[in-house]
């Protein structure tokens, strides 16, 4: 069992930067793949970044290539989203997921194993 816990969401400016925590507990934490998803009010779940196990290779959507990055701590049994230049689009609740390692490569929200509750970034104009 893995639980996650996410953290740091808040109300910022356009052209803010943020960063996001999702911290684990459960012993198998560094043997999955972490994700994270957002939704916006009005709209359904969409993949944002992951990271793998290892923290060696990270695959995102375009929509924040260049501006969000992916990084994880297993010592700390955290990984960590650095958003930055953030846009009033980027506003939604982030959720952080793990997913076993056979689903390396997966966007897709039903191939997750194990979600966290989320933490609502607000990005104002």
């Known amino acids: 069992q893995v639980q996650l816990v996410e953290s740091g969401g808040r109300l910022v400016q356009a052209g803010d930067s943020l960063r996001l925590s999702c911290t684990a507990s459960g012993r198998t934490f560094s043997s999955y793949h972490l994700a994270w998803f957002r939704q916006a009010p009005g709209k359904e779940r969409e993949f944002v970044a992951a990271i793998s196990w290892g923290g060696s290779n990270t695959y995102d959507v375009d929509s924040v290539k260049g501006r969000f990055t992916l990084s994880r701590d297993n010592a700390k049994n955290t990984v960590y989203l650095q958003m930055n230049s953030l846009k009033p689009e980027d506003t939604a609740v982030y959720y952080c997921?793990?997913?076993?390692?056979?689903?390396?490569?997966?966007?897709?929200?039903?191939?997750?194993?194990?979600w966290g509750k989320g933490t609502l970034v607000t990005v104002s104009s």
């Open positions: 997921a793990a997913f076993v390692q056979g689903q390396w490569g997966t966007r897709r929200s039903n191939a997750m194993t194990y």
